[in-house]
C-alpha cells in the first residue's frame, strides 16, 4: 500500500513555527522589545530568519529525552562500577576540578544570558532559537554536576566551586568572560557566545577537553561531553545564522559585526589558554599538543569559515596572526604561572615527568627545549631539595582577560608583554594589543572590571592579608584542595586504592 | 582548493551506519577516528542521504536521529526530509 503523502520538514517547519506572533497595539513594539535597538544593528525583515536545524518542540523533547536517558544510566553505571578508579592516574583530576570550577558556572551563565536573549529579539524565530538554547545551556551546567558530583566523593577541591566562582583570583577570567557578554545587548551577546565561542572556538574546548577525558579513561566526562555536544551543533549553527543575517540585513551592521568578532575571536581565545595548558599539562595521557589543536581547530577550520564570510566584507580577526605566534609559548607560560600560585589554586599541579617533557619537546621543539624545559627541571631541582616553589605574592592581572600578564611579545618570546592604557588620568594594564585594543573601544566598560588582586588589597576579600588566608576565604584546605600534587591526600590515596586492585592475571599459560 | 568542511559522530554501532553512508556518498570525504569520535572531513560540500543511511540500517530512518550521536560540525546547514547538507558558500 503507498504511503501516504505527507508535507516536507522545510514547509511543516514553517506551518508549526510562523504567524505565531503579532505585532503589538497596546503598547509600541520598541516598549515590548527595549534591548534590540540600541547597538545599531538594523534588522529590516525579521522573516527573512532561517532555521538551519528545523527543530520543532516535540522533535526537541524527543530527541533531548533520549540523550538523558542514556547519559543518566551511563553515569548510575560509572557510579556503582567505581569509575573513578579507571582514570590514568589522579593528577588527571586537575583538568575535572578546573572544569567543575572555570566551565560549569558558565553553562549557567549561558542559561541566563540566552534566556535574557530569547526575550530581548523581536524576531520570533531567533526568540525561539535563544529560548532552546537556555534550556540546553541549564541541561549542561546539571549534567555537567552530575558527572563530577561522584568524583567529589572521592578527590578535593571540588566542594566550593559555587563559592569559588565570585572570588577566586583565576576564576575571574572566565566570569568576566561571561559578563563582559551578559552587560552587551542581545545581538553581541548571541555573536559572542553563539559564534565567536560556540562556533569559532568550541572545537577548542570541547574536542580537546572530551578527548582528553577518554584519552585518560574518565568515562563519566567524556559521556557528558559527547551528549552536550550535540546540542552544540544547534548552537553553532544558531550563532553561524545570527552573524549572516546581521550581514545580509543591513551593510550598516557589517563594520559593527567585524568589531564584535575581533573583540569576541580575542577573549575567546585568551580564556582557551586554560583548555591549552589542560591538554599539555594536566591529561597523563595526551591527545595532542595546544599547538597541533590550534592548526586543526582555527587555522584549517576556523579560517575556512572566515573564508565564507569574506563575500560579506568580514575580514580575518584583528591580532589573529598573534595567537598562531603564540602557540608554541602560552601553555608552557601558563602552567608556570599556575604551578607557582599553587597556594591560592583548588587544583594541583606538579613538574611533569621525563617521558611527559620529552612529549613536549618533541611537540614544540627548541622553544620548549631552550626557554621552558629547564624552568621546569629547575622547578624540579627545588622540590626535590624540599624547596618546592611557590609564588605567595599577588599577580597583576590585565584589566581586560583578567589573566596574569605573564604574556610574552609576539615577536620576542623573552620579553614580556605589557600595554599600559591612560583612560581619565589613570593607567591601566593589559596584556597584549588585543586586550588594549577591546579596552580602548570600550573603556567605561572595563574600568569597572573586578580585579581579585586589586580586591583583595582594599581588604574585600575576608581581609586577607596573605595568600593563605584567601585561600581559607575561598573555602580551600591547605595541601589539601590547594597545592603540589606530590604527597598531597589525593596523590595519597590514588596509590593506596591502586595497591588494593587485584593485579591483572595473563591469560596465558605460565609454562609456555 | 575547497575549504573543508566537516561532521563528527560519537564513534558508536548508532552512528556507524551514517558514517558510512556518509562515506558512500561523498567520494572526496575522509574519516579520522579518535577515542570516543569520528570526524569526517570533505572539501567544500558533504551531503547526509536518508536513503543511503536507510539501506545501511536496514529500517526507515528519520535524519534528525542524527542529533543524537552529533558531536561537532563546520559549515553552512540546510536541511530537510531527504538530506543534510553542510557546505562553505566559498
Given amino acids: 500500500m503507498a504511503k501516504p503523502k505527507r508535507i516536507g520538514l522545510k514547509e511543516k517547519y514553517s506551518l508549526m513555527t510562523r504567524g505565531l506572533d503579532w505585532e503589538t497595539t497596546y503598547q509600541p513594539m520598541d516598549e515590548v522589545f527595549p534591548y534590540d535597538n540600541y547597538e545599531g544593528i538594523k534588522i529590516v525583515d525579521w522573516d527573512k530568519w532561517e532555521d538551519p536545524f528545523r527543530l520543532t518542540m516535540d522533535s526537541y523533547w524527543k530527541y533531548q529525552s533520549e540523550k538523558e536517558r542514556k547519559l543518566y544510566a551511563i553515569l548510575d553505571a560509572f557510579q556503582q562500577n567505581n569509575g573513578q578508579l579507571n582514570i590514568t592516574d589522579a593528577r588527571y583530576m586537575s583538568a575535572v576540578k578546573l572544569w567543575i570550577q572555570g566551565i560549569t558556572p558558565l553553562e549557567y551563565a549561558a542559561h541566563r544570558g540566552f534566556a535574557h536573549a530569547g526575550r530581548s529579539f523581536r524576531g520570533a524565530g531567533a526568540r525561539v532559537a535563544c529560548q532552546m538554547q537556555s534550556i540546553d545551556e541549564l541541561r549542561h551546567a546539571q549534567t555537567q554536576l552530575h558527572a563530577f558530583s561522584h568524583y567529589n566523593k572521592f578527590f578535593n577541591g571540588m566542594h566550593g566551586f559555587a563559592h569559588m566562582r565570585d572570588r577566586a583570583w583565576y576564576l575571574s577570567i572566565p566570569k568576566s568572560f561571561f559578563e563582559d557578554a551578559m552587560s552587551a545587548g542581545p545581538f553581541e551577546f548571541v555573536t559572542s557566545i553563539s559564534f565567536a565561542f560556540e562556533y569559532v572556538l568550541t572545537n577548542l574546548l570541547f574536542m580537546p577537553f572530551v578527548s582528553g577525558a577518554a584519552y585518560n579513561g574518565d568515562m563519566a566526562t567524556t559521556t557528558f561531553g559527547f551528549s552536550a555536544q550535540s546540542d552544540e551543533s544547534r548552537h553553532m549553527t544558531l550563532g553561524l545564522e545570527v552573524v549572516k543575517f546581521m550581514l545580509e540585513q543591513h551593510e550598516d551592521n557589517v563594520p559593527i559585526v567585524q568589531a564584535w568578532l575581533d573583540k569576541w575571536f580575542w577573549r575567546g581565545y585568551r580564556l582557551l589558554g586554560l583548555v591549552g595548558t589542560m591538554m599539555d599539562y594536566m591529561l597523563p595521557k595526551k591527545v595532542m599538543s595546544w599547538k597541533e589543536a590550534w592548526e586543526i581547530y582555527w587555522e584549517e577550520n576556523g579560517i575556512a569559515l572566515f573564508h565564507d564570510l569574506s563575500r560579506y566584507g568580514i575580514e580575518l580577526p584583528r591580532h589573529h596572526e598573534v595567537a598562531s605566534k603564540e602557540k608554541n609559548r602560552i601553555t608552557h607560560e601558563l602552567w608556570s604561572t599556575l604551578y607557582q600560585y599553587g597556594n591560592a589554586l583548588g587544583l594541583h599541579t606538579w613538574v611533569p615527568e621525563d617521558e611527559e617533557l620529552d612529549w613536549m619537546s618533541e611537540k614544540y621543539g627548541t622553544e620548549f627545549d631552550t626557554m621552558y624545559r629547564p624552568r621546569l627541571e629547575f622547578f624540579r631541582e627545588r622540590e626535590q631539595a624540599g624547596e618546592r616553589y611557590f609564588n605567595n605574592r599577588l599577580p597583576m592581572v590585565c584589566q581586560v582577560c583578567q589573566i596574569p600578564v605573564f604574556f610574552t611579545e609576539p615577536d620576542d618570546p623573552q620579553t614580556q608583554c605589557v600595554r599600559i592604557v591612560e583612560w581619565a588620568d589613570t593607567k591601566h594594564h593589559c596584556c597584549s594589543d588585543g586586550c588594549a585594543d577591546i579596552f580602548r573601544r570600550e573603556p567605561e566598560k572595563y574600568v569597572q572590571s573586578l580585579i581579585p588582586p586589586q580586591q583583595i588589597y582594599r581588604g574585600e576579600c575576608g581581609g586577607a592579608t596573605n595568600i593563605f588566608e584567601y585561600a581559607a576565604w575561598l573555602h580551600l584546605e591547605k595541601d589539601v584542595d590547594t597545592g603540589e600534587f606530590n604527597g598531597s591526600p589525593d596523590h595519597r590515596n590514588w596509590e593506596a586504592w591502586a595497591a588494593e586492585q587485584p593485579t591483572p592475571q595473563s591469560n596465558s599459560d605460565e609454562a609456555a | ?90
Fill in chain 2, 1 to 90: 582548493m575547497a575549504d573543508n568542511v566537516f561532521i563528527a559522530f560519537q564513534n558508536n554501532s548508532e552512528a556507524q551506519p551514517i558514517i558510512e553512508a556518509i562515506l558512500e556518498d561523498n567520494p572526496s570525504a575522509v574519516a579520522n577516528e579518535s577515542p570516543g569520535m569520528v570526524k569526517i572531513d570533505c572539501p567544500g560540500r558533504l551531503v547526509v542521504r536518508r536513503e543511503t543511511v536507510e539501506e545501511k540500517v536496514g529500517r526507515d530512518f528519520d535524519l534528525q536521529e542524527m542529533h543524537i550521536n552529533l558531536v561537532s560540525l563546520g559549515g553552512n546547514v540546510d536541511e530537510d526530509d531527504d538530506e543534510f547538507v553542510i557546505a562553505w558558500n566559498t
